[in-house]
């Protein structure tokens, strides 16, 4: 580019990738030094103290007092010895990201001057000043005290010079403000549930534990060029922009080659995670333009949602040393790919059986498809929920456009285990069956392994598809905090798996085998779950009609789909299953419409500020020029030469300014809308208002602001376009 709009373009074509300080070790030599792992409490603990850790992460149990200050001795020396000098509670509120409060380690000493000093209380409880957190309503502020409690199951870690507990975050009363609790809620129901119905099969299983591989997909834009969008820093994405000539339509950015400055910045955000423990091991380049993807090696749900956390703080961290920021909101560009963050679940026993691998002989394959088929039906009968967990003001703009999963939930099973299932309810009777038909069906089930190791048709259009040993859950957006899809996941499933050990047992009671009750309460989940099944392209027009006849629900908006959290059943189910109890459901209810209240108010008032004193003032400068240029025409052109030559002229001022007023009686309009929505007490009906009435407004005065943007001349648009911040790194 020969002439630069911008200094900061021009700073942008001038950096050098930054070379990444790595020690000259090897991966595993220095993975999680940084962590407070067994091998540290080994080394730092009495025996008793980590005989008592070990107990509470493998079982749950609490580590009482004397056992915490010990831990808290341990940790403290582990911690000073690595360079920390502060200590916090690390926990994930309702708000996008987690918090920290750092509290030096000093004491005064009775010796005067100050000692090091941590203990078992301040590790095993906090109580943070917490009136500024969201709780729905839950902590008045009479009682604004909050609670952290150490969750030993994740290990405490320095983060620069701190060392950071992870904890759960609960009210004075009790009741859950944070992901951690309820997540580490619906597990414990999973566990139970699961291990109930695993032990038909082998009853050996003691527990079930979840597991989760995210793969978190970003985009990355230069520093300077972010810093000239106040839509980008404000709100994570363009209100504006028209799309540029070229962006993903040749599919030459997907897995194509990274660039050094890119990679640069990739290493040495992994470095760092490596040191935290976090198993990152996949990078590549995404659909669109400067859009990129981390995924790490699958480990337990808490934990592997804890590193999540903790590697989105991280990039955005580790970006700026490379001049750039990530941006993880889940639609920061229009018209090209939105970032998800794919959620890869599964279960697996403490015998070491993935429930959701096809098993090594048709017992096996009986318990997995059990597995797949109450999976199923949990997910037919919870569409509403699960698309509420996951449906937000930033994500309802990714949903059903560009290559993301729409918003109807179906499941993708593939040819082989969808043919497994007809297979079974075809040959499944009600009544008693032979020994021959039996013999048959069980044969047929232990056909599954081969055929499903070769079976390479992956849908990637299905937001929750099977594929081959797990979930992928793709309908979770970029920036989520995952718990909040695999709270319901987990608890949809828990309970269903609750509901089909009940009716086997009924069977069984009745004096049925024990095979042929799990054979029909099989057979009658997969008529009842059939709708949810589909294998076919989820982004078709078909589909959407095809869904509607099905049954199956399509919502695009949030107040309608965060109203299915209010649904009884869904109060009852979790409340049954000891996740969330009807007060804290409510609280968080509230929360998610305040989130999107606030989120699109804050949109919409940078985009009318940016409207009005961005792009109105130097289209009217334009404007003036063209004007200026029309009235020296007419005075050296005679009338004729000068109507030919003004006419096209006139036409273009004409045009800018229509759009002009366009854009300003809109940017009044939108102001009034919004003045009335706030005057809306009741959030269900503000969060109702803000959508049908103010929502619309963005992309109404999007498109004239766009329209200028090929208008106005190149050289005086005051915002870095498209072309820019995603070809430029
Ligand atoms: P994709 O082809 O979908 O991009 P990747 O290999 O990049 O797949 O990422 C898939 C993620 O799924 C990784 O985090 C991986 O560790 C995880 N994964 C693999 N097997 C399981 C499993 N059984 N349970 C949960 N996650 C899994
Ligand atoms: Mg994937």
């Known amino acids: 580019m020969a002439v630069m709009r911008f200094k900061a373009l021009e700073e942008v074509m001038n950096r050098e990738p930054r070379p ?11 993975y999680g030094s940084l962590v407070f792992d067994e091998p540290k409490m080994k080394k730092y603990l009495s025996k008793d103290a980590y005989k008592s850790v ?39 509120p309702l708000t996008d990201g987690t918090a920290e409060k750092h509290d030096a380690f000093i004491e005064y000493s009775n010796l005067g001057g100050v000692i090091e000093s941590f203990s078992g209380k301040l590790l095993a409880q ?45 009210s004075y009363t009790g009741e859950a403000l944070d992901y951690k609790t309820p997540l580490l809620r619906s597990l414990r129901a999973v566990d139970h549930a699961a291990t109930a119905v695993a032990q038909y099969f082998d009853k050996d299983v003691k527990s079930v534990r979840a597991n989760l591989g995210w793969e978190q997909e970003y ?24 799309a540029s000539a070229k962006d993903q339509q040749l599919e030459d950015h997907y897995f194509s080659s990274i660039p050094t400055r890119v990679n640069r910045f990739m290493e040495d955000f992994e470095n760092e995670a490596y040191k935290l423990g976090i198993p990152v091991k996949t990078r590549h380049n995404e659909v669109a333009p400067n859009q990129f993807e981390c995924a790490p090696i699958f480990e337990e749900v808490n934990l592997a949602n804890d590193h999540n956390q903790m590697v989105m703080d991280l990039m955005q961290k580790i970006a700026r040393r490379h001049n750039f920021r ?78 993301a999963p729409p918003s109807i939930i179906s499941a993708f099973l593939g040819t082989e285990v969808s043919r497994m299932l007809d297979i079974m309810e075809n040959s499944v009777s009600d009544k008693k069956m032979t020994p021959d038909e039996k013999t048959a069906l069980k044969l047929n089930i232990g056909r599954i392994p081969e ?53 086997v047992d009924g069977l069984i009671e009745k004096g049925t085998k024990k095979d042929e009750a799990i054979f029909q309460v099989l057979k009658k989940l997969i008529v009842a779950s059939k709708p949810i099944r589909f294998n076919g392209n989820g982004y078709s027009e078909e589909w959407v009609k095809e869904a509607a006849e099905r049954g199956l629900t399509n919502v695009n908006n949030v107040p309608e789909a965060l109203s299915a959290l209010t649904r009884p059943e869904y109060i009852n189910m979790l409340d049954d299953l000891d996740v969330l109890t009807p007060r804290e459901l409510e609280g968080r209810v509230e929360v998610e419409y305040e989130k999107f209240i606030k989120k699109v108010q804050i949109e919409s008032r940078v985009l009318g500020d940016i409207a009005i004193n961005h792009i109105v003032p130097v289209s009217i400068k334009y404007m003036t020029m063209l004007l200026e240029n ?100």
């Open 54 to 92: 070990m107990e509470a992460i493998e079982n749950g149990t609490s580590v009482d007092r004397k056992m915490a200050d010990q831990v808290a001795q341990g940790m403290k020396a582990w911690a000073l010895d690595n360079g920390a000098t502060h200590y916090t509670h690390w926990f994930h």
């Open 20 to 30: 990444v300080e790595r020690e000259k070790l090897l991966t595993s030599d220095y």
């Open 126 to 170: 906090q109580e943070p000043d917490a009136s500024s957190f969201p709780s729905g309503g839950i902590r008045q502020t009479f009682e604004a005290r909050g609670y952290t409690a150490w969750d030993p199951s994740s290990p405490a870690f320095i983060s620069e010079t701190t060392l950071s507990i992870p904890t759960i975050f609960i």
């Open 630 to 729: 029309v009235k020296n025409l007419k005075e050296v052109f005679s009338e004729s030469e000068f109507e030919e030559m003004a006419a096209g002229r006139k036409a273009l001022i004409k045009e800018i300014s229509t759009h002009i007023s366009s854009i300003k009686s809109k940017v009044n309009d939108m102001t009034e809308a919004r003045k009335e929505a706030n005057a809306i007490e009741h959030s269900v009906d503000k969060a109702k208002a803000y959508d049908a009435k103010v929502l619309p407004y963005l992309n109404d005065i999007r498109y004239h602001i766009d329209k200028l943007e090929l208008i106005v001349d190149n050289e005086m648009w005051p915002l870095p376009k498209y072309r820019e911040l995603l070809f430029i790194r």
């Open 451 to 503: 055929i499903i190791l070769d079976t390479t048709d992956r849908n990637r259009t299905s937001p929750f598809a099977f594929t081959g040993n797990r979930f992928e859950y793709r309908a979770v957006g970029s920036s989520a905090n995952c718990a909040s899809a695999l709270i319901m996941l987990n608890s949809v499933v828990a309970n269903q798996l609750k509901k089909f050990k009940a009716e």
């Open 326 to 403: 990530v941006l993880l909101h889940e639609k920061p560009f229009a018209g090209i790919n939105g970032s998800g963050k794919h959620n890869n679940w599964s279960l697996q026993t403490d015998t070491g059986v993935n429930l959701y691998s096809p098993g090594k002989n048709p017992k096996g394959n009986l318990q997995f498809l059990t597995f797949i088929i109450n999976t199923l039906q949990a997910v037919y009968e919870s569409q509403d929920l699960l698309r509420a967990s996951i449906y937000n003001a930033a994500n309802q703009h990714r949903l059903g456009a560009n290559e």
């Open 219 to 242: 985009f990355l834009v230069d520093e300077a060029l972010y810093l000239a969008r106040p839509d980008l820093m404000l709100t994570g994405r363009t209100l504006m922009g028209h």
